[in-house]
């Protein structure tokens, strides 16, 4: 029960502040304080930390582009990036096996790679390119790939490899951490290319808002279900190849 309560008071701490800020809307703290309470009751505080580790992350990162306003994560956002990650850690907790652990690990170190690459690529004086076809595309959408986007996965990938190290003590498990979490931007890109998009004032972009019509893409798959669905196809890729063999 102490664990519960320090992990909710902890949580609703760095939620108030965060909202505080505007990193989070109202139902973003509340989905961050539910995260946060569920990760630190079920694998402690280091897990617990590496999570708020790529939320602080993704929030430097998010401030780093002039050209756009800083936004407020939503309820939804923080579960997409946050809501197999808290599954493993529940899984792990009924279970005790300890694939869950590193798949807790896999799967923020996932988030934070395709967050990395999506904010710094977003800064490439280059225009990217569409992951499938190759062709030069509008900066800011989903499914477009940059260099300065790809090293910037790569070295978040390989910064959460290495803070995952301190818990899973496996070099072998590290390696396989670090290639899967660059991978998953990857697929993110792959799938971003099919996201729904929309047209507004003669702009492609991603917000449905302000009478913006479809332009392009499926029309269910938003954003948020493409960064839940690259994180499931990264996890379940793993789970295949390897989980078997090393667990």
């Known amino acids: 029960m102490t ?16 909202f505080a800020k505007k990193s989070l809307s109202e139902s973003g703290a509340l989905a961050a304080i539910f995260v946060g309470t ?12 590496y999570l708020i580790v790529f939320f602080g992350s993704a929030t430097a990162l998010n401030v780093l582009d002039d050209n756009s306003e800083p936004s407020q994560r939503n309820a939804l956002q923080v579960l997409a990036n946050a809501l ?18 590193f798949l807790y690990f ?3 170190a996932a988030s934070a790679s395709d967050t990395w690459a999506s904010d710094v690529g977003k800064l490439s004086k280059r ?13 800011g959408l989903s499914g477009g790939v940059t260099l300065l986007g790809f090293i910037a996965s790569m070295f978040a990938s390989a910064l959460f490899a290495l803070l995952a190290w301190i818990a899973l003590g496996d070099v072998t498990l590290v390696v396989y951490l670090w290639l899967f979490a660059t991978l998953a931007s990857i697929i993110d890109s792959a799938l971003g290319v ?10 492609i972009t991603e917000d449905r808002r302000d009478g913006a019509k479809r332009h392009s893409g499926i029309a269910w798959l938003n954003n948020n279900l493409v960064n839940i669905l690259s994180n499931a196809l990264t996890i379940g890729l793993f789970v295949v190849l390897f989980g078997s063999r090393l667990f």
């Open 3 to 18: 664990t519960l309560l320090l992990g909710f008071t902890i949580s609703t701490i760095i939620a108030l502040l965060a």
């Open 38 to 49: 569920v990760i630190y009751f079920t694998l402690g505080w280091f897990a617990f930390l």
């Open 84 to 101: 197999l990650a808290t599954l493993f850690a529940v899984l792990y907790a009924f279970t005790d096996q300890s694939i869950y652990v």
């Open 106 to 108: 896999l799967s923020v």
């Open 127 to 139: 225009l990217p390119r569409n992951l499938l076809t190759w062709r030069m595309m509008q900066t």
């Open 194 to 203: 099919v996201q729904v998009k929309y047209l507004r004032e003669g702009k």
